[in-house]
C-alpha cells in the first residue's frame, strides 16, 4: 500500500470529524445513543457507488449492505441477516435494491469468461439473464443491452425480496415496509426509479405467497 496514501486516510477522518463538530457540536454524542434509520439500502460493492451520498444521507440515516450487483440471494445469510434485523429490529420502512449501470458483474454475466470464485456468485447473475434472454437478444446495440440488463437485474432482486419470509412477515403484520427498485448512473450520478415498487404480498404471483401463521 502507499503509506502516503494510507496517512492520508487518517489526515482525512481528522478534518472530517472536525467539520462535523464545527457544525454540531453533539454530532457524535447523538450518534452513540444508537441508531434508527427509516432506509435499508441493498446496492453494489462498486466503489464508484457510495449509498448515502448518492441520496444525501447523514450517518445514521441509512443500514446498508453490498455485494456485487447487488443480489438478494436467498441462501446468502449475510444479506438475509442484515434484513431481518433492519426489518424486525430497526424496524425500517423503505428498501431500496439499487443497481447501477456499467456493473462489473453483469458484463461478467453476459460474457463466458472465467473469473475464478467470483464465477459460483455471477451465476445467479446469469439466471436473470436467462429469463430475460430473448428481450434482451433482441437488442441489437451492445450498450443498449447491457444497461436493460442491469434494469432487469435489479427489478428480479426486488421481486426476490419480496419474495422471502423476512419481508412477507412483516407485511402479514401490518408493517409498512414498501420496496423500490433504483439504478444509478455513475456517469451522471442521477437515479432512475424504476417503478417496481412493492408494500404488500398480493402483488406477488400466488405461488410465491407464503401463508404464514400469527
Excluded at 450487483?69 to 434485523?85: E, I, K, R, T
Excluded at 453483469?106 to 430473448?134: C, P, T
Aim: aromatic share 10%.
Amino acid at each position: 500500500m502507499n503509506s502516503d496514501f494510507y496517512k492520508g486516510l487518517i489526515e482525512n477522518n481528522k478534518e472530517w470529524v472536525a467539520s462535523k463538530l464545527a457544525a454540531d457540536p453533539e454530532f457524535f454524542k447523538k450518534l452513540e445513543k444508537g441508531q434508527q434509520p427509516p432506509l435499508l439500502w441493498i446496492g453494489c460493492s462498486d466503489s464508484r457507488v457510495p449509498a448515502n451520498e448518492i441520496i444525501g444521507a447523514q450517518p445514521g440515516e441509512v443500514f446498508v449492505h453490498r455485494n456485487i450487483a447487488n443480489m438478494v440471494v436467498h441462501s446468502d445469510m449475510n444479506m438475509l441477516s442484515v434484513l431481518d434485523y433492519a426489518v424486525n429490529a430497526l424496524k425500517i420502512n423503505h428498501i431500496i435494491v439499487c443497481g447501477h449501470y456499467g456493473c462489473g458483474g453483469v458484463k461478467a454475466a453476459m460474457e463466458n469468461h472465467s473469473y475464478g470464485l467470483v464465477d459460483n456468485w455471477i451465476r445467479h447473475i446469469r439466471d436473470v439473464y436467462r429469463l430475460h434472454q430473448k428481450t434482451l437478444e433482441e437488442i441489437q446495440e451492445p450498450q443498449h443491452r447491457f444497461d436493460c440488463f442491469v434494469e432487469f437485474n435489479t427489478r428480479e432482486q426486488v421481486l426476490d425480496l419480496a419474495k422471502t419470509s423476512i419481508v412477507q412477515s412483516a407485511w402479514k403484520k401490518g408493517q409498512a415496509l414498501h420496496l423500490h427498485g433504483w439504478v444509478y448512473g455513475v456517469g451522471t450520478g442521477i437515479v432512475k426509479d424504476l417503478d417496481v415498487n412493492m408494500n404488500c404480498n398480493s402483488q406477488l404471483e400466488e405461488f410465491y405467497r407464503l401463508e404464514i401463521k400469527e
